[in-house]
T-cell receptor, first 117, second 116 residues
């Protein structure tokens, strides 16, 4: 069974600084997707970034980038120039690319990120 | 972008009553919808997966007779919590996915259920 592990329950970062959130996963699949979702206090789940396992290049979305280490099964999220609006709970998630729309997401426990002004 | 709505956003009910939560995909046809439950400061727990026109597939440990899921159209799925009890109080989130592309799940804003 696939598992996603986020071992840090909480982190804090100074505004404008950089922070890295860790995630490891376990799977026997060779092709899959990895995601980071943000859940702010409104509790609306927001997709931050997606990584396809067959792509060697790390995904980047503006201030958000990932360090994808497939052999180590590691998928960390780096947030640069942290902003107050980045304060939220962040979930790492995994999915296999099944044909059709049935593929389930497996979530980590999440990490609460606070941003100090 | 793809938008998913949930109604109601917040509901309070008495113990023993049933509550229905709707999940709608507003601008796309959702082949599959997922229902999650989330307790405060915890992760999302998948309850069931529903495909349009088919019976839902429930995760292990989820009572199918208590959490009735219907996916009658490509834009609407409903979750009915039957004979609700205080321990059913939680935040319920749906997501919708369409076949093709990345099969990405688009999440609704969630429904907070409080059972008195």
């Amino acid at each position: 069974a696939q598992t996603v592990t986020q071992s840090q329950p909480e982190m804090s970062v100074q505004e404008a600084e950089t922070v890295t959130l860790s995630c490891t996963y376990d799977t026997s699949e060779s092709d899959y997707y990895l995601f980071w979702y943000k859940q702010p206090p409104s509790r609306q789940m927001i997709l931050v970034i997606r990584q396809e396992a067959y792509k060697q290049q790390n995904a980047t979305e503006n201030r958000f980038s990932v360090n994808f280490q497939k052999a180590a099964k590691s998928f960390s999220l780096k947030i640069s120039d942290s902003q107050l609006g980045d304060a939220a709970m962040y979930f790492c998630a995994y999915r296999i690319p099944l044909t059709g729309a049935n593929s389930k997401l497996t979530f980590g426990k999440g990490i609460t990120l606070s941003v100090r002004p | 972008g793809a938008v998913v709505s949930q109604h109601p956003s917040w509901v309070i009910c008495k113990s023993g009553t049933s509550v229905k939560i709707e999940c709608r995909s507003l601008d796309f046809q959702a082949t599959t919808m997922f229902w999650y439950r989330q307790f405060p400061k915890q992760s999302l727990m998948l309850m069931a997966t529903s495909n349009e026109g088919s019976k839902a597939t429930y995760e292990q440990g989820v009572e199918k007779d208590k959490f009735l899921i219907n996916h009658a159209s490509l834009t609407l799925s409903t979750l009915t919590v039957t004979s609700a009890h205080p321990e059913d109080s939680s935040f319920y989130i749906c997501s919708a996915s369409q076949a093709g592309g990345h099969n990405e799940q688009f999440f609704g804003p969630g429904t907070r259920l409080t059972v008195l």
